[in-house]
Protein backbone atom coordinates (compact mmCIF):
# COMPACT_ATOMS: atom_id res chain seq x y z
CA UNK A 1 0.00 0.00 0.00
CA UNK A 2 1.18 3.63 -0.69
CA UNK A 3 0.08 6.59 0.86
CA UNK A 4 0.04 9.94 -0.84
CA UNK A 5 -0.42 12.70 2.06
CA UNK A 6 -3.23 16.07 0.69
CA UNK A 7 -1.31 18.62 2.83
CA UNK A 8 -4.19 20.85 4.31
CA UNK A 9 -3.38 21.81 7.66
CA UNK A 10 -5.72 20.25 10.03
CA UNK A 11 -7.93 19.14 7.08
CA UNK A 12 -4.81 16.64 5.81
CA UNK A 13 -6.05 13.49 4.97
CA UNK A 14 -4.16 10.25 3.52
CA UNK A 15 -4.90 8.88 -0.16
CA UNK A 16 -4.29 5.02 0.18
CA UNK A 17 -3.73 3.20 -3.05
CA UNK A 18 -3.15 -0.66 -3.21
CA UNK A 19 -4.86 -3.94 -4.03
CA UNK A 20 -7.16 -5.47 -1.81
CA UNK A 21 -7.98 -2.61 0.24
CA UNK A 22 -11.56 -2.39 0.38
CA UNK A 23 -11.37 -6.00 2.17
CA UNK A 24 -8.53 -5.32 4.69
CA UNK A 25 -10.05 -4.04 8.11
CA UNK A 26 -6.36 -2.64 8.75
CA UNK A 27 -7.20 0.09 5.47
CA UNK A 28 -10.28 1.25 7.15
CA UNK A 29 -9.47 0.88 11.01
CA UNK A 30 -7.85 4.53 11.65
CA UNK A 31 -10.60 5.97 9.71
CA UNK A 32 -13.42 4.67 11.14
CA UNK A 33 -14.56 4.10 15.39
CA UNK A 34 -17.38 3.12 16.63
CA UNK A 35 -20.23 5.91 15.81
CA UNK A 36 -22.79 4.11 12.79
CA UNK A 37 -21.62 4.19 9.06
CA UNK A 38 -23.61 4.42 6.16
CA UNK A 39 -21.99 3.46 2.85
CA UNK A 40 -23.49 5.06 -0.24
CA UNK A 41 -23.13 3.14 -3.62
CA UNK A 42 -24.70 2.36 -6.66
CA UNK A 43 -26.33 -0.59 -8.31
CA UNK A 44 -23.44 -1.79 -10.43
CA UNK A 45 -20.67 -1.55 -7.63
CA UNK A 46 -23.10 -2.63 -4.55
CA UNK A 47 -23.22 -6.40 -5.57
CA UNK A 48 -19.14 -6.63 -6.52
CA UNK A 49 -17.59 -4.78 -3.62
CA UNK A 50 -20.34 -3.86 -0.93
CA UNK A 51 -19.74 -7.43 0.95
CA UNK A 52 -15.86 -7.14 0.92
CA UNK A 53 -16.46 -3.79 2.43
CA UNK A 54 -18.99 -4.99 4.90
CA UNK A 55 -16.72 -7.90 5.78
CA UNK A 56 -13.95 -5.27 6.36
CA UNK A 57 -16.52 -3.38 8.53
CA UNK A 58 -17.80 -6.26 10.67
CA UNK A 59 -18.96 -5.12 13.86
CA UNK A 60 -19.72 -1.76 13.13
CA UNK A 61 -23.07 -0.25 13.21
CA UNK A 62 -23.46 0.04 9.27
CA UNK A 63 -26.71 0.83 6.91
CA UNK A 64 -26.31 1.02 3.09
CA UNK A 65 -28.22 3.26 0.58
CA UNK A 66 -27.99 2.02 -2.77
CA UNK A 67 -28.85 4.63 -5.58
CA UNK A 68 -29.01 3.83 -9.52
CA UNK A 69 -25.75 4.43 -11.69
CA UNK A 70 -25.17 7.23 -14.02
CA UNK A 71 -24.55 10.76 -14.09
CA UNK A 72 -27.78 12.10 -14.34
CA UNK A 73 -28.67 10.44 -11.31
CA UNK A 74 -26.43 12.84 -9.09
CA UNK A 75 -29.41 14.81 -8.77
CA UNK A 76 -31.38 16.72 -6.21
CA UNK A 77 -33.89 13.80 -5.96
CA UNK A 78 -30.85 11.43 -4.95
CA UNK A 79 -29.41 13.90 -2.10
CA UNK A 80 -33.31 14.38 -0.80
CA UNK A 81 -33.42 10.62 -0.39
CA UNK A 82 -29.94 10.50 1.14
CA UNK A 83 -30.72 12.84 3.43
CA UNK A 84 -34.00 11.63 3.92
CA UNK A 85 -32.25 8.47 5.17
CA UNK A 86 -29.84 9.73 7.53
CA UNK A 87 -33.09 11.94 8.96
CA UNK A 88 -35.03 8.46 9.04
CA UNK A 89 -32.24 6.89 11.06
CA UNK A 90 -31.73 9.48 13.78
CA UNK A 91 -27.72 10.14 12.09
CA UNK A 92 -26.06 11.66 14.83
CA UNK A 93 -23.00 13.83 14.08
CA UNK A 94 -20.88 11.38 14.54
CA UNK A 95 -21.97 9.50 11.74
CA UNK A 96 -19.35 8.34 8.66
CA UNK A 97 -20.58 8.16 5.43
CA UNK A 98 -18.59 6.29 3.16
CA UNK A 99 -19.33 6.70 -0.70
CA UNK A 100 -18.18 3.69 -2.28
CA UNK A 101 -18.39 3.99 -6.36
CA UNK A 102 -16.86 6.53 -8.93
CA UNK A 103 -17.23 10.15 -8.78
CA UNK A 104 -21.28 10.54 -8.71
CA UNK A 105 -21.52 8.62 -5.80
CA UNK A 106 -18.43 10.30 -4.28
CA UNK A 107 -19.85 13.89 -5.11
CA UNK A 108 -23.30 13.27 -3.64
CA UNK A 109 -22.69 11.18 -0.85
CA UNK A 110 -19.98 14.20 -0.12
CA UNK A 111 -22.26 16.74 -0.60
CA UNK A 112 -24.43 14.62 1.62
CA UNK A 113 -22.03 14.93 4.31
CA UNK A 114 -21.36 18.57 3.71
CA UNK A 115 -25.03 19.63 4.40
CA UNK A 116 -26.01 16.84 7.10
CA UNK A 117 -26.03 18.64 10.48
CA UNK A 118 -23.79 21.40 8.64
CA UNK A 119 -21.32 18.79 7.89
CA UNK A 120 -19.89 15.36 8.97
CA UNK A 121 -17.49 13.07 7.83
CA UNK A 122 -17.04 10.78 5.33
CA UNK A 123 -14.42 8.35 3.49
CA UNK A 124 -14.12 8.25 -0.30
CA UNK A 125 -13.59 5.07 -1.36
CA UNK A 126 -13.18 5.74 -5.34
CA UNK A 127 -13.84 2.12 -7.51
CA UNK A 128 -13.22 3.74 -10.79
CA UNK A 129 -10.31 5.14 -12.78
CA UNK A 130 -11.66 8.58 -12.40
CA UNK A 131 -12.69 8.83 -9.26
CA UNK A 132 -9.43 7.56 -7.99
CA UNK A 133 -7.08 9.51 -10.10
CA UNK A 134 -9.31 12.69 -9.78
CA UNK A 135 -12.75 12.89 -8.01
CA UNK A 136 -12.21 11.30 -4.55
CA UNK A 137 -9.11 13.65 -4.07
CA UNK A 138 -9.62 17.61 -3.18
CA UNK A 139 -12.89 17.60 -1.38
CA UNK A 140 -15.16 19.06 -4.13
CA UNK A 141 -18.72 18.04 -3.66
CA UNK A 142 -21.81 18.78 -5.82
CA UNK A 143 -24.76 17.70 -7.76
CA UNK A 144 -25.95 19.00 -11.25
CA UNK A 145 -29.19 20.72 -12.16
CA UNK A 146 -30.51 20.95 -15.32
CA UNK A 147 -28.98 24.73 -16.07
CA UNK A 148 -25.33 23.43 -14.97
CA UNK A 149 -22.89 20.87 -13.92
CA UNK A 150 -22.07 20.49 -10.18
CA UNK A 151 -23.73 24.20 -9.78
CA UNK A 152 -25.11 23.23 -6.30
CA UNK A 153 -22.52 21.93 -3.93
CA UNK A 154 -19.77 22.44 -1.38
CA UNK A 155 -15.97 22.21 -0.30
CA UNK A 156 -15.58 19.33 2.19
CA UNK A 157 -12.50 17.33 2.23
CA UNK A 158 -12.68 13.78 2.85
CA UNK A 159 -11.37 11.95 6.71
CA UNK A 160 -9.19 9.25 4.02
CA UNK A 161 -9.65 8.15 0.74
CA UNK A 162 -9.13 4.14 0.08
CA UNK A 163 -8.11 3.75 -3.32
CA UNK A 164 -8.37 -0.41 -4.33
CA UNK A 165 -6.47 -0.17 -7.89
CA UNK A 166 -8.05 -3.93 -7.99
CA UNK A 167 -11.52 -2.49 -8.91
CA UNK A 168 -10.47 -1.05 -12.04
CA UNK A 169 -9.90 -4.86 -13.71
CA UNK A 170 -13.70 -4.97 -13.16
CA UNK A 171 -14.34 -1.76 -15.03
CA UNK A 172 -16.28 -1.25 -18.13
CA UNK A 173 -14.01 -0.17 -20.84
CA UNK A 174 -15.99 2.93 -21.38
CA UNK A 175 -15.66 3.71 -17.79
CA UNK A 176 -11.97 3.33 -18.12
CA UNK A 177 -10.91 5.07 -21.19
CA UNK A 178 -13.02 8.01 -19.65
CA UNK A 179 -10.59 7.84 -16.53
CA UNK A 180 -8.05 8.09 -18.75
CA UNK A 181 -8.81 11.40 -19.96
CA UNK A 182 -8.42 13.01 -16.44
CA UNK A 183 -4.81 11.10 -16.41
CA UNK A 184 -4.01 13.06 -19.36
CA UNK A 185 -5.13 16.09 -18.02
CA UNK A 186 -2.35 16.36 -15.33
CA UNK A 187 0.06 15.67 -18.47
CA UNK A 188 -0.78 18.66 -19.98
CA UNK A 189 -1.60 21.29 -16.75
CA UNK A 190 1.32 20.07 -14.75
CA UNK A 191 4.33 17.59 -17.00
CA UNK A 192 4.74 17.23 -20.32
CA UNK A 193 7.26 14.32 -19.47
CA UNK A 194 3.82 12.79 -18.60
CA UNK A 195 2.97 13.45 -21.66
CA UNK A 196 5.70 11.55 -22.87
CA UNK A 197 5.16 8.87 -20.60
CA UNK A 198 1.84 7.92 -20.74
CA UNK A 199 2.83 8.51 -25.09
CA UNK A 200 5.10 5.86 -25.31
CA UNK A 201 2.80 3.35 -22.76
CA UNK A 202 -0.60 3.30 -25.03
CA UNK A 203 -0.24 -0.26 -25.59
CA UNK A 204 0.39 -0.96 -22.08
CA UNK A 205 -2.82 1.41 -21.08
CA UNK A 206 -4.59 -0.44 -23.05
CA UNK A 207 -3.96 -3.66 -21.66
CA UNK A 208 -4.61 -2.36 -18.54
CA UNK A 209 -1.13 -3.71 -17.41
CA UNK A 210 -0.80 -3.67 -13.53
CA UNK A 211 2.00 -1.56 -13.45
CA UNK A 212 0.85 1.30 -16.01
CA UNK A 213 -1.94 1.72 -14.21
CA UNK A 214 -0.73 1.78 -10.43
CA UNK A 215 1.76 4.40 -12.50
CA UNK A 216 -1.10 6.71 -13.38
CA UNK A 217 -2.86 6.21 -10.35
CA UNK A 218 0.36 7.46 -8.02
CA UNK A 219 1.31 10.32 -10.65
CA UNK A 220 -2.27 11.70 -11.20
CA UNK A 221 -3.11 11.98 -6.87
CA UNK A 222 0.63 13.43 -6.70
CA UNK A 223 0.24 15.90 -8.89
CA UNK A 224 -3.39 16.85 -7.58
CA UNK A 225 -2.06 16.74 -4.27
CA UNK A 226 0.59 19.47 -4.99
CA UNK A 227 -2.43 21.57 -6.66
CA UNK A 228 -5.36 21.27 -3.94
CA UNK A 229 -2.58 21.55 -1.25
CA UNK A 230 -1.33 25.40 -2.55
CA UNK A 231 -5.15 26.54 -3.18
CA UNK A 232 -7.77 24.00 -1.70
CA UNK A 233 -10.84 26.13 -2.76
CA UNK A 234 -10.07 27.33 -6.19
CA UNK A 235 -8.81 31.08 -5.41
CA UNK A 236 -5.86 30.54 -7.62
CA UNK A 237 -4.04 27.92 -9.71
CA UNK A 238 -6.24 25.13 -8.38
CA UNK A 239 -8.26 26.43 -11.57
CA UNK A 240 -5.69 24.51 -13.79
CA UNK A 241 -7.50 21.39 -13.19
CA UNK A 242 -10.54 22.79 -14.83
CA UNK A 243 -8.77 22.25 -18.05
CA UNK A 244 -11.20 20.72 -21.02
CA UNK A 245 -13.89 21.09 -18.03
CA UNK A 246 -15.40 24.48 -19.68
CA UNK A 247 -16.29 22.91 -22.82
CA UNK A 248 -17.26 19.58 -21.50
CA UNK A 249 -19.70 20.79 -18.66
CA UNK A 250 -21.26 22.62 -21.31
CA UNK A 251 -21.35 19.28 -23.65
CA UNK A 252 -22.73 17.38 -20.59
CA UNK A 253 -25.55 19.88 -19.74
CA UNK A 254 -26.34 20.25 -23.39
CA UNK A 255 -27.00 16.51 -23.56
CA UNK A 256 -28.71 16.12 -20.10
CA UNK A 257 -25.65 14.28 -18.62
CA UNK A 258 -27.18 11.23 -20.75
CA UNK A 259 -24.67 11.28 -23.66
CA UNK A 260 -21.07 11.51 -22.03
CA UNK A 261 -19.41 10.03 -19.25
CA UNK A 262 -17.47 13.03 -17.44
CA UNK A 263 -14.28 12.01 -19.17
CA UNK A 264 -15.26 11.54 -22.29
CA UNK A 265 -16.58 15.17 -22.20
CA UNK A 266 -13.46 16.45 -20.62
CA UNK A 267 -11.60 14.93 -23.51
CA UNK A 268 -13.53 16.49 -26.43
CA UNK A 269 -13.14 19.79 -24.27
CA UNK A 270 -9.28 19.16 -23.90
CA UNK A 271 -8.54 19.22 -27.61
CA UNK A 272 -10.68 22.30 -28.07
CA UNK A 273 -9.10 24.38 -25.01
CA UNK A 274 -5.75 23.37 -26.73
CA UNK A 275 -6.72 24.25 -30.56
CA UNK A 276 -8.16 27.49 -28.37
CA UNK A 277 -4.70 27.87 -27.13
CA UNK A 278 -2.75 27.81 -30.22
CA UNK A 279 -5.73 29.50 -32.87
CA UNK A 280 -4.82 32.69 -29.78
CA UNK A 281 -1.36 32.53 -30.51
CA UNK A 282 -0.55 31.40 -26.18
CA UNK A 283 0.73 28.18 -27.64
CA UNK A 284 2.76 26.62 -30.52
CA UNK A 285 1.15 24.80 -32.89
CA UNK A 286 0.82 20.84 -32.50
CA UNK A 287 -0.20 19.81 -29.01
CA UNK A 288 -3.95 20.12 -29.90
CA UNK A 289 -3.37 17.40 -32.66
CA UNK A 290 -1.21 15.57 -30.34
CA UNK A 291 -3.63 15.23 -27.70
CA UNK A 292 -6.18 14.37 -30.19
CA UNK A 293 -3.92 11.50 -31.46
CA UNK A 294 -3.31 10.37 -27.76
CA UNK A 295 -6.99 10.35 -27.11
CA UNK A 296 -7.89 8.62 -30.10
CA UNK A 297 -5.42 5.48 -29.64
CA UNK A 298 -6.49 5.57 -25.96
CA UNK A 299 -10.15 5.21 -27.05
CA UNK A 300 -11.60 8.53 -26.27
CA UNK A 301 -13.66 10.60 -28.46
CA UNK A 302 -12.09 14.13 -29.51
CA UNK A 303 -14.66 16.04 -31.87
CA UNK A 304 -17.41 18.19 -31.41
CA UNK A 305 -20.53 16.31 -32.78
CA UNK A 306 -22.44 17.55 -35.92
CA UNK A 307 -25.50 17.54 -33.98
CA UNK A 308 -24.51 20.17 -31.21
CA UNK A 309 -24.57 23.87 -32.50
CA UNK A 310 -21.51 25.96 -31.05
CA UNK A 311 -23.20 28.73 -29.98
CA UNK A 312 -25.64 26.45 -27.93
CA UNK A 313 -22.33 25.56 -26.04
CA UNK A 314 -20.93 29.43 -25.35
CA UNK A 315 -24.63 29.72 -23.98
CA UNK A 316 -23.74 26.85 -21.59
CA UNK A 317 -20.37 28.36 -20.95
CA UNK A 318 -22.03 31.12 -19.05
CA UNK A 319 -22.75 29.63 -15.88
CA UNK A 320 -19.07 28.24 -15.41
CA UNK A 321 -18.26 28.64 -11.99
CA UNK A 322 -14.78 30.24 -12.97
CA UNK A 323 -16.21 32.97 -14.25
CA UNK A 324 -15.66 35.86 -12.35
CA UNK A 325 -17.20 40.12 -12.31
CA UNK A 326 -18.79 38.68 -15.54
CA UNK A 327 -15.39 37.79 -17.01
CA UNK A 328 -15.27 34.53 -18.31
CA UNK A 329 -12.05 32.41 -17.32
CA UNK A 330 -10.95 29.61 -19.74
CA UNK A 331 -7.90 27.34 -18.22
CA UNK A 332 -5.88 27.31 -21.62
CA UNK A 333 -2.32 26.06 -22.63
CA UNK A 334 1.11 28.34 -22.89
CA UNK A 335 3.12 25.18 -23.42
CA UNK A 336 3.10 21.18 -23.18
CA UNK A 337 2.75 20.84 -19.39
CA UNK A 338 1.92 24.36 -18.66
CA UNK A 339 -1.85 26.38 -18.03
CA UNK A 340 -2.80 29.42 -17.75
CA UNK A 341 -6.20 31.13 -16.84
CA UNK A 342 -7.41 33.81 -19.77
CA UNK A 343 -9.79 36.00 -19.76
CA UNK A 344 -9.43 37.75 -23.13
CA UNK A 345 -10.88 34.59 -25.66
CA UNK A 346 -13.47 36.92 -27.58
CA UNK A 347 -16.64 35.09 -28.52
CA UNK A 348 -15.68 34.25 -32.06
CA UNK A 349 -12.72 32.52 -30.92
CA UNK A 350 -14.36 29.88 -29.43
CA UNK A 351 -16.86 29.36 -31.72
CA UNK A 352 -13.90 29.00 -34.06
CA UNK A 353 -12.24 26.46 -32.04
CA UNK A 354 -15.28 24.83 -31.33
CA UNK A 355 -16.13 24.57 -34.96
CA UNK A 356 -12.34 23.69 -36.00
CA UNK A 357 -12.87 20.44 -33.61
CA UNK A 358 -15.58 19.27 -35.99
CA UNK A 359 -15.21 15.55 -36.81
CA UNK A 360 -13.45 15.69 -40.06
CA UNK A 361 -15.23 12.54 -40.91
CA UNK A 362 -19.35 13.87 -40.68
CA UNK A 363 -20.49 9.91 -39.63
CA UNK A 364 -17.64 10.02 -36.77
O1 LIG B 1 -10.58 19.26 -8.37
C1 LIG B 1 -10.75 20.21 -9.12
O2 LIG B 1 -10.58 21.38 -8.78
C2 LIG B 1 -11.18 19.98 -10.52
O3 LIG B 1 -11.58 20.91 -11.20
C3 LIG B 1 -11.12 18.58 -11.01
C4 LIG B 1 -12.10 18.27 -12.11
O4 LIG B 1 -11.50 17.28 -12.91
C5 LIG B 1 -13.41 17.71 -11.57
O5 LIG B 1 -14.19 17.25 -12.63
C6 LIG B 1 -14.20 18.69 -10.75
O6 LIG B 1 -15.23 18.07 -10.09
C7 LIG B 1 -14.81 19.81 -11.56
O7 LIG B 1 -15.17 20.81 -10.68
P1 LIG B 1 -16.00 22.08 -11.08
O8 LIG B 1 -15.63 23.09 -10.06
O9 LIG B 1 -15.61 22.49 -12.46
O10 LIG B 1 -17.42 21.68 -11.04
Known amino acids: MRTIDIP ?22 PHVGQAPILIVTNETVAPLYL ?9 HDVDTFTMADGEAEKNWDNWRALIGRLADRHAPRDTTLVALGGGVVGDLCGFAAATWMRGIRFIQAP ?29 HQPAAVIADTATLRTLPPRE ?9 KYGAICDAGFID ?37 EQGVRAILNFGHTFGHALETHTGY ?32 RLADIQSALGLPVTVPADIDAPDLLQHMKLDKKNLAGRRRLVLLSAPGKAIVDEDSADADILAALNACRAEDPAA
Open 127 to 155: TTLLAQVDASVGGKTAINIPQGKNLVGAF
Open 8 to 29: LGDRSYPVRIGEGLLADPAAWA
Open 51 to 59: PAVLGALKG
Open 197 to 233: WIEANIDALRAMEPDALAEIVERSVRYKAEVVGADER
Open 258 to 289: QRYLHGEAVAIGMVVAATLSESRGLLAPGLAR
Open 176 to 184: YRAGLAEVL
